[in-house]
RNA sequence: GGCGACGUAGCCAAGUGGCAAGGCAGGGGCCUGCAAAGCCUUGAUUCCCGGGUUCGAAUCCCGGCGUCGCCUCCA
Protein backbone atom coordinates (compact mmCIF):
# COMPACT_ATOMS: atom_id res chain seq x y z
CA UNK A 1 0.00 0.00 0.00
CA UNK A 2 1.21 3.49 -0.74
CA UNK A 3 0.77 6.56 1.35
CA UNK A 4 1.86 9.67 0.72
CA UNK A 5 4.02 10.83 3.97
CA UNK A 6 3.81 14.73 4.94
CA UNK A 7 7.38 14.37 7.23
CA UNK A 8 8.89 13.06 3.64
CA UNK A 9 6.60 14.92 1.62
CA UNK A 10 6.69 12.06 -0.75
CA UNK A 11 4.22 8.94 -1.47
CA UNK A 12 5.86 5.85 0.14
CA UNK A 13 5.30 2.12 0.77
CA UNK A 14 3.98 1.58 4.01
CA UNK A 15 5.45 -0.56 6.48
CA UNK A 16 4.07 -1.12 9.45
CA UNK A 17 6.41 -1.46 12.45
CA UNK A 18 5.35 -4.93 13.06
CA UNK A 19 3.27 -6.73 10.68
CA UNK A 20 0.17 -7.27 10.94
CA UNK A 21 -0.08 -4.83 13.63
CA UNK A 22 -0.91 -0.97 12.67
CA UNK A 23 -1.22 1.64 15.32
CA UNK A 24 -2.77 4.81 14.54
CA UNK A 25 -3.20 7.65 16.24
CA UNK A 26 -5.13 10.59 15.03
CA UNK A 27 -5.94 14.14 17.04
CA UNK A 28 -9.39 14.27 17.65
CA UNK A 29 -12.20 16.62 18.95
CA UNK A 30 -11.66 19.47 21.23
CA UNK A 31 -14.72 19.54 22.93
CA UNK A 32 -15.80 22.81 23.73
CA UNK A 33 -18.10 23.63 20.69
CA UNK A 34 -20.18 21.17 18.19
CA UNK A 35 -18.10 19.39 15.59
CA UNK A 36 -18.69 21.05 12.08
CA UNK A 37 -18.54 19.37 8.73
CA UNK A 38 -14.70 20.14 8.06
CA UNK A 39 -14.00 18.60 11.70
CA UNK A 40 -16.05 15.64 10.20
CA UNK A 41 -14.11 15.10 7.16
CA UNK A 42 -11.03 14.52 8.93
CA UNK A 43 -12.50 11.87 11.56
CA UNK A 44 -14.47 10.47 8.08
CA UNK A 45 -10.63 10.16 5.98
CA UNK A 46 -9.04 8.44 9.18
CA UNK A 47 -12.07 5.95 9.02
CA UNK A 48 -10.86 5.74 5.42
CA UNK A 49 -7.48 4.90 6.27
CA UNK A 50 -8.49 2.50 9.11
CA UNK A 51 -11.48 0.29 7.02
CA UNK A 52 -8.87 0.22 3.79
CA UNK A 53 -6.06 -1.01 6.62
CA UNK A 54 -8.90 -3.13 8.26
CA UNK A 55 -10.11 -4.42 4.23
CA UNK A 56 -6.11 -5.09 3.61
CA UNK A 57 -6.16 -7.86 6.80
CA UNK A 58 -3.93 -5.32 8.76
CA UNK A 59 -4.94 -5.27 12.14
CA UNK A 60 -5.73 -1.83 13.58
CA UNK A 61 -5.63 -0.14 16.81
CA UNK A 62 -6.76 3.16 16.35
CA UNK A 63 -6.63 5.89 19.07
CA UNK A 64 -8.52 9.31 18.75
CA UNK A 65 -7.67 11.50 21.91
CA UNK A 66 -10.81 14.00 22.93
CA UNK A 67 -9.28 17.38 24.13
CA UNK A 68 -11.38 18.38 27.31
CA UNK A 69 -9.21 20.79 28.56
CA UNK A 70 -7.98 24.13 27.07
CA UNK A 71 -7.91 27.80 27.20
CA UNK A 72 -11.38 28.08 25.23
CA UNK A 73 -13.03 25.32 27.50
CA UNK A 74 -11.79 27.16 30.71
CA UNK A 75 -13.26 30.35 29.57
CA UNK A 76 -16.43 28.94 28.81
CA UNK A 77 -17.70 27.03 31.58
CA UNK A 78 -16.32 30.27 34.01
CA UNK A 79 -19.11 32.22 31.55
CA UNK A 80 -21.90 29.72 32.01
CA UNK A 81 -21.13 28.67 35.65
CA UNK A 82 -20.93 25.23 35.21
CA UNK A 83 -18.63 22.39 35.80
CA UNK A 84 -15.26 20.78 33.46
CA UNK A 85 -16.95 17.92 33.15
CA UNK A 86 -20.69 19.03 32.48
CA UNK A 87 -19.20 21.19 30.35
CA UNK A 88 -17.08 19.01 28.25
CA UNK A 89 -19.50 15.58 28.68
CA UNK A 90 -22.21 17.61 26.45
CA UNK A 91 -19.97 18.06 23.69
CA UNK A 92 -18.33 14.61 23.79
CA UNK A 93 -21.78 13.20 23.30
CA UNK A 94 -22.45 15.14 20.36
CA UNK A 95 -19.15 14.47 18.59
CA UNK A 96 -20.08 10.83 19.12
CA UNK A 97 -23.47 11.21 17.62
CA UNK A 98 -22.02 12.66 14.58
CA UNK A 99 -19.44 10.22 13.99
CA UNK A 100 -22.16 7.99 14.23
CA UNK A 101 -24.52 9.25 11.79
CA UNK A 102 -21.89 9.20 9.42
CA UNK A 103 -20.84 5.66 10.27
CA UNK A 104 -17.39 5.89 10.98
CA UNK A 105 -16.41 3.18 13.08
CA UNK A 106 -15.21 3.49 16.21
CA UNK A 107 -12.00 3.78 17.55
CA UNK A 108 -10.71 1.23 19.96
CA UNK A 109 -10.04 4.21 22.53
CA UNK A 110 -11.03 7.71 23.23
CA UNK A 111 -8.58 8.49 25.62
CA UNK A 112 -9.55 11.82 27.73
CA UNK A 113 -6.62 14.61 28.72
CA UNK A 114 -7.75 15.50 32.14
CA UNK A 115 -7.36 11.54 32.74
CA UNK A 116 -3.72 11.45 31.16
CA UNK A 117 -2.04 14.06 33.61
CA UNK A 118 0.41 11.68 34.90
CA UNK A 119 1.64 10.58 31.80
CA UNK A 120 1.99 14.20 30.76
CA UNK A 121 3.98 15.02 34.10
CA UNK A 122 6.37 12.07 33.58
CA UNK A 123 7.80 13.40 30.08
CA UNK A 124 8.13 17.09 31.27
CA UNK A 125 9.84 16.01 34.17
CA UNK A 126 12.18 13.93 31.75
CA UNK A 127 12.24 17.34 29.36
CA UNK A 128 13.16 19.20 32.87
CA UNK A 129 15.72 16.63 32.97
CA UNK A 130 17.67 16.80 29.89
CA UNK A 131 17.26 20.69 30.22
CA UNK A 132 15.33 21.27 27.32
CA UNK A 133 12.42 22.79 29.50
CA UNK A 134 12.77 25.65 31.29
CA UNK A 135 10.37 27.48 33.93
CA UNK A 136 9.14 31.01 33.85
CA UNK A 137 9.20 33.33 37.08
CA UNK A 138 5.23 32.59 37.22
CA UNK A 139 6.21 28.39 37.39
CA UNK A 140 5.18 27.62 34.07
CA UNK A 141 6.99 25.18 32.30
CA UNK A 142 8.13 25.90 28.34
CA UNK A 143 9.76 23.79 25.78
CA UNK A 144 13.03 25.46 24.30
CA UNK A 145 12.81 25.18 20.50
CA UNK A 146 16.31 26.17 20.34
CA UNK A 147 17.52 22.81 21.83
CA UNK A 148 15.94 20.21 19.13
CA UNK A 149 17.61 20.19 16.03
CA UNK A 150 14.84 19.14 14.15
CA UNK A 151 12.71 21.69 14.56
CA UNK A 152 10.54 22.36 11.44
CA UNK A 153 10.92 18.74 9.63
CA UNK A 154 7.56 18.12 9.53
CA UNK A 155 6.21 21.71 8.48
CA UNK A 156 9.28 22.48 6.72
CA UNK A 157 9.03 26.10 8.86
CA UNK A 158 12.93 27.43 9.05
CA UNK A 159 13.12 27.79 12.68
CA UNK A 160 14.93 31.28 11.89
CA UNK A 161 12.02 32.63 9.83
CA UNK A 162 9.79 31.31 11.87
CA UNK A 163 11.07 33.72 14.45
CA UNK A 164 10.55 36.55 12.46
CA UNK A 165 6.32 36.37 11.86
CA UNK A 166 5.54 35.25 15.52
CA UNK A 167 3.72 37.72 17.54
CA UNK A 168 4.50 37.76 20.74
CA UNK A 169 1.61 36.62 23.04
CA UNK A 170 1.32 39.03 26.23
CA UNK A 171 0.95 36.61 28.45
CA UNK A 172 3.77 34.91 27.55
CA UNK A 173 6.23 37.74 28.72
CA UNK A 174 8.95 35.63 29.67
CA UNK A 175 9.28 32.74 27.60
CA UNK A 176 12.66 32.90 26.52
CA UNK A 177 12.06 33.15 23.28
CA UNK A 178 9.17 33.60 21.11
CA UNK A 179 8.64 30.49 19.28
CA UNK A 180 8.82 27.81 22.46
CA UNK A 181 5.53 26.69 23.90
CA UNK A 182 4.09 25.71 27.04
CA UNK A 183 4.72 22.74 28.27
CA UNK A 184 2.62 22.91 31.98
CA UNK A 185 1.20 26.72 32.59
CA UNK A 186 0.91 27.45 36.20
CA UNK A 187 -2.30 28.21 37.93
CA UNK A 188 -3.88 31.28 37.83
CA UNK A 189 -7.08 32.84 39.66
CA UNK A 190 -9.13 32.54 36.05
CA UNK A 191 -8.82 29.14 36.18
CA UNK A 192 -11.04 28.82 38.69
CA UNK A 193 -11.30 24.53 39.57
CA UNK A 194 -9.55 23.67 36.87
CA UNK A 195 -6.02 22.50 38.15
CA UNK A 196 -3.75 19.61 38.69
CA UNK A 197 -1.53 19.55 42.11
CA UNK A 198 0.95 17.44 41.10
CA UNK A 199 5.07 17.48 41.51
CA UNK A 200 5.69 19.51 39.11
CA UNK A 201 3.32 22.23 40.47
CA UNK A 202 0.06 22.77 40.31
CA UNK A 203 -1.36 24.20 36.76
CA UNK A 204 -2.79 22.33 33.79
CA UNK A 205 -0.92 21.19 30.52
CA UNK A 206 -0.39 22.75 27.48
CA UNK A 207 -1.92 21.67 24.52
CA UNK A 208 0.85 19.74 22.65
CA UNK A 209 1.96 17.18 25.58
CA UNK A 210 -1.61 15.60 25.78
CA UNK A 211 -1.10 13.89 23.01
CA UNK A 212 2.51 12.86 23.48
CA UNK A 213 1.20 11.78 26.35
CA UNK A 214 -1.66 9.83 25.45
CA UNK A 215 0.16 8.54 21.84
CA UNK A 216 2.78 7.17 23.41
CA UNK A 217 0.66 5.53 26.46
CA UNK A 218 -1.56 3.63 23.81
CA UNK A 219 0.58 2.90 21.07
CA UNK A 220 4.10 3.15 22.28
CA UNK A 221 7.11 5.14 20.28
CA UNK A 222 7.65 5.09 17.67
CA UNK A 223 4.08 3.99 16.05
CA UNK A 224 3.15 3.83 12.65
CA UNK A 225 0.53 6.64 11.39
CA UNK A 226 0.04 10.11 13.35
CA UNK A 227 -2.86 11.61 11.29
CA UNK A 228 -4.99 14.67 11.40
CA UNK A 229 -6.18 18.27 9.76
CA UNK A 230 -3.92 19.49 7.96
CA UNK A 231 -3.72 22.69 9.84
CA UNK A 232 -2.15 20.83 13.11
CA UNK A 233 1.27 20.24 11.19
CA UNK A 234 1.79 23.67 12.32
CA UNK A 235 2.54 24.33 15.30
CA UNK A 236 0.66 21.51 16.79
CA UNK A 237 2.57 18.24 15.22
CA UNK A 238 6.03 19.93 15.00
CA UNK A 239 5.50 20.12 18.61
CA UNK A 240 4.67 17.10 19.59
CA UNK A 241 7.66 15.60 17.55
CA UNK A 242 10.06 17.97 19.52
CA UNK A 243 8.53 17.16 22.92
CA UNK A 244 8.33 13.02 22.49
CA UNK A 245 11.67 12.71 20.21
CA UNK A 246 13.61 15.30 22.69
CA UNK A 247 12.39 12.97 25.84
CA UNK A 248 12.69 9.49 24.42
CA UNK A 249 15.71 9.98 21.67
CA UNK A 250 13.27 8.02 19.08
CA UNK A 251 11.30 8.63 16.69
CA UNK A 252 7.44 9.80 16.78
CA UNK A 253 5.74 8.28 14.50
CA UNK A 254 6.98 7.20 10.80
CA UNK A 255 3.82 8.59 8.80
CA UNK A 256 2.01 11.74 9.05
CA UNK A 257 -1.64 11.70 7.66
CA UNK A 258 -3.04 14.74 6.45
CA UNK A 259 -6.37 15.62 5.70
CA UNK A 260 -6.64 18.89 3.48
CA UNK A 261 -9.52 21.55 4.75
CA UNK A 262 -13.05 21.28 3.80
CA UNK A 263 -14.49 25.29 2.54
CA UNK A 264 -18.14 25.95 2.46
CA UNK A 265 -18.85 28.26 -0.66
CA UNK A 266 -15.43 28.51 -1.82
CA UNK A 267 -14.66 29.97 1.61
CA UNK A 268 -12.99 28.94 5.01
CA UNK A 269 -15.54 27.88 7.60
CA UNK A 270 -15.85 30.31 10.32
CA UNK A 271 -17.71 32.38 12.98
CA UNK A 272 -17.65 35.63 11.26
CA UNK A 273 -18.61 34.49 8.18
CA UNK A 274 -21.48 32.67 9.93
CA UNK A 275 -21.12 29.88 7.83
CA UNK A 276 -20.14 26.32 10.00
CA UNK A 277 -22.34 24.01 9.47
CA UNK A 278 -22.52 20.91 11.32
CA UNK A 279 -24.53 17.48 11.10
CA UNK A 280 -27.76 18.61 11.46
CA UNK A 281 -27.60 21.27 8.60
CA UNK A 282 -27.41 18.13 6.65
CA UNK A 283 -30.43 16.29 5.13
CA UNK A 284 -28.25 12.93 4.78
CA UNK A 285 -25.69 12.15 6.27
CA UNK A 286 -24.86 9.27 3.78
CA UNK A 287 -24.44 11.52 0.95
CA UNK A 288 -22.09 13.59 2.90
CA UNK A 289 -20.09 10.54 3.64
CA UNK A 290 -19.84 9.77 -0.46
CA UNK A 291 -19.03 13.59 -1.03
CA UNK A 292 -16.25 12.81 1.09
CA UNK A 293 -14.86 9.69 -0.75
CA UNK A 294 -15.85 11.56 -4.32
CA UNK A 295 -12.61 13.61 -3.22
CA UNK A 296 -9.31 12.66 -2.61
CA UNK A 297 -8.11 13.71 1.07
CA UNK A 298 -5.23 15.40 0.46
CA UNK A 299 -7.56 18.06 -1.86
CA UNK A 300 -9.82 20.61 -0.66
CA UNK A 301 -12.98 20.20 -0.62
CA UNK A 302 -15.17 22.38 -1.45
CA UNK A 303 -19.13 21.87 -0.02
CA UNK A 304 -21.95 23.49 -1.54
CA UNK A 305 -25.52 22.13 -0.99
CA UNK A 306 -25.58 21.49 -4.91
CA UNK A 307 -22.84 19.31 -4.35
CA UNK A 308 -24.64 17.32 -1.71
CA UNK A 309 -27.49 17.28 -3.67
CA UNK A 310 -25.48 15.80 -6.42
CA UNK A 311 -24.23 13.36 -4.05
CA UNK A 312 -27.49 12.44 -2.92
CA UNK A 313 -28.50 11.93 -6.51
CA UNK A 314 -25.64 9.72 -7.06
CA UNK A 315 -26.40 7.61 -4.00
CA UNK A 316 -29.67 6.99 -5.10
CA UNK A 317 -28.56 5.66 -8.31
CA UNK A 318 -26.21 3.05 -6.58
CA UNK A 319 -28.71 2.24 -4.05
CA UNK A 320 -31.39 1.36 -7.00
CA UNK A 321 -28.59 -0.39 -8.62
CA UNK A 322 -27.93 -2.85 -5.58
CA UNK A 323 -31.91 -2.62 -5.00
CA UNK A 324 -32.21 -4.50 -9.10
CA UNK A 325 -29.42 -7.04 -7.43
CA UNK A 326 -31.44 -8.02 -4.51
CA UNK A 327 -34.95 -8.16 -5.86
CA UNK A 328 -33.76 -10.59 -8.90
CA UNK A 329 -32.09 -13.13 -6.24
CA UNK A 330 -35.53 -12.62 -4.07
CA UNK A 331 -36.90 -13.58 -7.46
CA UNK A 332 -35.30 -16.31 -7.70
CA UNK A 333 -35.17 -17.73 -4.24
CA UNK A 334 -39.28 -17.19 -4.65
CA UNK A 335 -39.20 -19.92 -7.71
CA UNK A 336 -36.77 -21.78 -5.74
CA UNK A 337 -34.78 -21.64 -8.61
CA UNK A 338 -30.68 -21.18 -7.52
CA UNK A 339 -29.41 -22.95 -10.24
CA UNK A 340 -26.70 -21.86 -12.51
CA UNK A 341 -22.87 -21.07 -12.62
CA UNK A 342 -21.69 -17.66 -12.65
CA UNK A 343 -22.09 -15.90 -16.26
CA UNK A 344 -18.13 -15.37 -18.01
CA UNK A 345 -19.11 -11.85 -18.40
CA UNK A 346 -20.44 -11.29 -15.02
CA UNK A 347 -17.85 -13.12 -13.43
CA UNK A 348 -15.33 -10.63 -15.62
CA UNK A 349 -17.15 -7.48 -14.43
CA UNK A 350 -16.61 -8.63 -10.91
CA UNK A 351 -12.92 -9.68 -11.28
CA UNK A 352 -12.54 -6.10 -13.33
CA UNK A 353 -14.22 -4.37 -10.77
CA UNK A 354 -12.16 -5.45 -7.36
CA UNK A 355 -8.98 -5.08 -9.07
CA UNK A 356 -10.00 -1.65 -9.97
CA UNK A 357 -11.23 -0.66 -7.06
CA UNK A 358 -8.50 -2.33 -4.60
CA UNK A 359 -5.43 -0.70 -6.69
CA UNK A 360 -7.19 2.85 -6.22
CA UNK A 361 -7.33 2.42 -2.61
CA UNK A 362 -3.80 0.82 -2.36
CA UNK A 363 -2.97 3.99 -4.62
CA UNK A 364 -2.45 6.17 -1.43
CA UNK A 365 -6.11 6.09 -0.96
CA UNK A 366 -7.80 7.49 -4.28
CA UNK A 367 -11.24 6.69 -2.71
CA UNK A 368 -12.76 9.22 -5.85
CA UNK A 369 -11.27 6.62 -8.34
CA UNK A 370 -12.46 3.52 -6.40
CA UNK A 371 -15.48 4.51 -6.39
CA UNK A 372 -15.84 5.32 -10.16
CA UNK A 373 -15.10 1.22 -10.86
CA UNK A 374 -18.48 0.93 -9.02
CA UNK A 375 -20.44 3.29 -11.05
CA UNK A 376 -19.03 1.69 -13.51
CA UNK A 377 -19.83 -2.40 -12.40
CA UNK A 378 -23.24 -1.02 -12.49
CA UNK A 379 -23.30 0.94 -16.09
CA UNK A 380 -22.01 -2.89 -17.36
CA UNK A 381 -24.18 -4.66 -15.43
CA UNK A 382 -27.63 -2.65 -16.76
CA UNK A 383 -26.12 -3.03 -20.11
CA UNK A 384 -25.43 -6.59 -20.04
CA UNK A 385 -29.13 -7.37 -18.49
CA UNK A 386 -30.98 -4.67 -20.61
CA UNK A 387 -29.78 -7.49 -23.72
CA UNK A 388 -32.66 -9.94 -21.84
CA UNK A 389 -33.47 -9.35 -18.11
CA UNK A 390 -33.97 -13.03 -17.69
CA UNK A 391 -30.37 -14.17 -18.58
CA UNK A 392 -28.88 -13.15 -14.83
CA UNK A 393 -29.50 -15.76 -12.14
CA UNK A 394 -29.13 -16.65 -8.99
CA UNK A 395 -25.26 -16.88 -8.56
CA UNK A 396 -24.71 -13.79 -10.81
CA UNK A 397 -26.13 -11.18 -8.46
CA UNK A 398 -25.77 -13.54 -5.66
CA UNK A 399 -22.02 -13.13 -6.25
CA UNK A 400 -22.02 -9.18 -7.17
CA UNK A 401 -23.92 -8.52 -3.82
CA UNK A 402 -21.02 -10.42 -1.97
CA UNK A 403 -18.63 -8.09 -3.57
CA UNK A 404 -20.22 -5.00 -2.93
CA UNK A 405 -21.19 -6.12 0.75
CA UNK A 406 -16.94 -6.72 0.89
CA UNK A 407 -16.37 -3.07 -0.80
CA UNK A 408 -18.90 -1.81 1.64
CA UNK A 409 -16.45 -2.44 4.32
CA UNK A 410 -14.67 0.33 3.13
CA UNK A 411 -16.72 3.15 1.71
CA UNK A 412 -19.52 2.58 4.85
CA UNK A 413 -22.51 3.65 2.81
CA UNK A 414 -24.51 0.63 3.92
CA UNK A 415 -25.49 -0.14 0.21
CA UNK A 416 -26.43 -3.89 1.31
CA UNK A 417 -28.19 -2.93 4.58
CA UNK A 418 -32.23 -2.17 4.21
CA UNK A 419 -34.78 -1.54 6.40
CA UNK A 420 -38.06 -3.22 6.40
CA UNK A 421 -41.11 -0.89 4.91
CA UNK A 422 -43.28 0.21 7.19
CA UNK A 423 -46.44 -1.65 7.46
CA UNK A 424 -48.56 1.04 6.14
CA UNK A 425 -46.74 1.06 3.51
CA UNK A 426 -46.86 -2.49 2.63
CA UNK A 427 -50.59 -2.23 2.52
CA UNK A 428 -50.83 0.13 0.55
CA UNK A 429 -48.36 -1.51 -2.10
CA UNK A 430 -51.01 -4.82 -2.17
CA UNK A 431 -53.65 -2.67 -3.06
CA UNK A 432 -52.08 -0.99 -5.75
CA UNK A 433 -50.83 -4.70 -7.06
CA UNK A 434 -54.38 -6.00 -6.76
CA UNK A 435 -55.76 -2.70 -8.61
CA UNK A 436 -52.81 -3.38 -11.17
CA UNK A 437 -53.98 -6.67 -12.27
CA UNK A 438 -57.26 -5.37 -12.61
CA UNK A 439 -55.66 -3.07 -14.84
CA UNK A 440 -57.57 -0.10 -12.55
CA UNK A 441 -54.53 2.37 -13.23
CA UNK A 442 -56.16 5.33 -11.97
CA UNK A 443 -56.54 3.71 -8.53
CA UNK A 444 -52.47 2.23 -9.11
CA UNK A 445 -51.11 5.71 -9.92
CA UNK A 446 -52.82 7.47 -6.94
CA UNK A 447 -51.67 5.22 -4.55
CA UNK A 448 -47.74 5.42 -6.41
CA UNK A 449 -48.56 9.30 -5.43
CA UNK A 450 -49.72 8.15 -2.02
CA UNK A 451 -46.44 6.53 -0.84
CA UNK A 452 -43.77 8.67 -3.08
CA UNK A 453 -45.57 11.36 -0.38
CA UNK A 454 -44.50 9.39 2.12
CA UNK A 455 -40.73 9.45 0.92
CA UNK A 456 -40.54 6.54 -0.97
CA UNK A 457 -40.19 5.48 -4.83
CA UNK A 458 -42.20 3.04 -6.46
CA UNK A 459 -41.06 1.01 -9.51
CA UNK A 460 -42.37 -2.05 -11.89
CA UNK A 461 -39.66 -3.90 -12.75
CA UNK A 462 -39.71 -7.17 -14.41
CA UNK A 463 -39.32 -9.05 -11.25
CA UNK A 464 -42.09 -7.29 -9.73
CA UNK A 465 -42.89 -4.16 -7.80
CA UNK A 466 -39.92 -2.43 -5.79
CA UNK A 467 -39.98 0.47 -3.38
CA UNK A 468 -37.40 2.54 -2.13
CA UNK A 469 -36.61 5.01 0.08
CA UNK A 470 -36.04 8.49 -1.79
C1' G B 1 8.43 38.94 4.07
C1' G B 2 8.98 33.17 4.54
C1' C B 3 6.86 28.21 3.27
C1' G B 4 3.29 25.61 0.41
C1' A B 5 -1.04 24.08 -2.50
C1' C B 6 -4.29 24.49 -6.42
C1' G B 7 -6.33 26.13 -11.56
C1' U B 8 -9.22 19.68 -16.11
C1' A B 9 -16.73 20.07 -19.61
C1' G B 10 -22.47 23.98 -16.82
C1' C B 11 -21.06 22.01 -11.66
C1' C B 12 -18.11 18.29 -8.71
C1' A B 13 -13.80 15.43 -9.69
C1' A B 14 -9.76 11.32 -11.16
C1' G B 15 -5.59 11.21 -14.13
C1' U B 16 1.40 13.56 -13.01
C1' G B 17 5.10 11.56 -20.03
C1' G B 18 1.68 7.72 -24.74
C1' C B 19 -5.58 8.00 -27.86
C1' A B 20 -8.95 13.14 -21.49
C1' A B 21 -11.94 8.07 -15.60
C1' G B 22 -16.31 8.66 -12.87
C1' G B 23 -20.48 11.42 -10.69
C1' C B 24 -24.32 15.34 -10.96
C1' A B 25 -27.14 18.50 -14.18
C1' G B 26 -29.08 19.36 -19.53
C1' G B 27 -30.79 17.83 -24.89
C1' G B 28 -32.64 13.73 -28.16
C1' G B 29 -34.22 8.49 -28.43
C1' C B 30 -35.52 3.32 -26.54
C1' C B 31 -38.10 0.61 -22.79
C1' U B 32 -42.89 1.32 -19.82
C1' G B 33 -50.36 0.99 -19.39
C1' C B 34 -48.25 5.67 -17.48
C1' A B 35 -44.12 6.44 -14.43
C1' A B 36 -39.57 5.40 -12.03
C1' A B 37 -35.12 3.01 -12.71
C1' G B 38 -32.06 1.64 -16.58
C1' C B 39 -29.98 1.68 -21.50
C1' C B 40 -28.51 4.24 -26.17
C1' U B 41 -27.07 8.97 -27.79
C1' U B 42 -25.20 14.06 -27.28
C1' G B 43 -21.17 17.25 -24.84
C1' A B 44 -13.41 19.30 -23.15
C1' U B 45 -9.67 18.22 -30.94
C1' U B 46 -8.40 19.70 -25.34
C1' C B 47 -6.66 20.28 -19.51
C1' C B 48 -5.67 29.10 -16.81
C1' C B 49 -2.09 31.81 -20.43
C1' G B 50 2.83 32.11 -23.04
C1' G B 51 7.37 29.78 -24.11
C1' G B 52 10.75 25.36 -23.72
C1' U B 53 12.34 19.91 -23.31
C1' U B 54 10.56 15.40 -25.97
C1' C B 55 9.00 11.11 -31.40
C1' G B 56 5.07 12.34 -27.89
C1' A B 57 3.06 16.95 -22.35
C1' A B 58 -3.03 18.08 -18.80
C1' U B 59 1.29 15.52 -16.83
C1' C B 60 8.36 17.65 -16.87
C1' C B 61 11.11 22.80 -17.01
C1' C B 62 10.91 28.35 -17.22
C1' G B 63 7.92 32.79 -17.07
C1' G B 64 3.14 35.04 -16.31
C1' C B 65 -2.06 35.45 -14.51
C1' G B 66 -5.63 33.85 -10.93
C1' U B 67 -7.54 31.42 -6.39
C1' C B 68 -6.38 29.68 -1.64
C1' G B 69 -3.82 27.83 2.78
C1' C B 70 -0.05 27.97 6.71
C1' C B 71 3.57 31.04 9.39
C1' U B 72 -1.42 33.13 15.63
C1' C B 73 -6.25 29.19 18.25
C1' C B 74 -7.92 25.92 14.40
C1' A B 75 -9.80 19.42 11.59
Not at 24 to 52: E, K, M, Q, S, W
Request: aromatic share 12%; glycine share 6%; hydrophobic share 35%.
Amino acid sequence: MKIYNTLTAKIEDFVPIKHPFVGIYACGPTVYDYPHIGNLRTFCCVDFLRRILDYFSYDVKLVINITDVDDKIIKAINQNGVSLKEYTSKYEEYFFSSISKLNIKPACFYPRATEHINEMVEIIKLLEQKGVAYRTEDNSIYFSVSRFNDYGKLSKIDKSNLKKGVRVDVDQYDKEDPVDFALWKSYTQSDGDVFWDVEIGKGRPGWHIECSAMNRKYLGQPFDIHAGGIDLIFPHHENEIAQSECAYGKTLANYWFHVNHLIVEGQKMSKSLNNILTINDISNPFALRLLYLQTHYRNKLNFTFDGLRAAENALNSLDAFVKTLFDIKMYYELEDNFDGNINDEIDRMGKRFIHGFESSLLDDLNTPKALSYLFDLSGEFFVFMNKNPKIVKFSDVNYLIALIEKVDSVLGLNLTVFTQLPSDIQELLKIRKKAKLEKDYTTADNIRVRIQEMGYVVEDTPWGTRCRRK
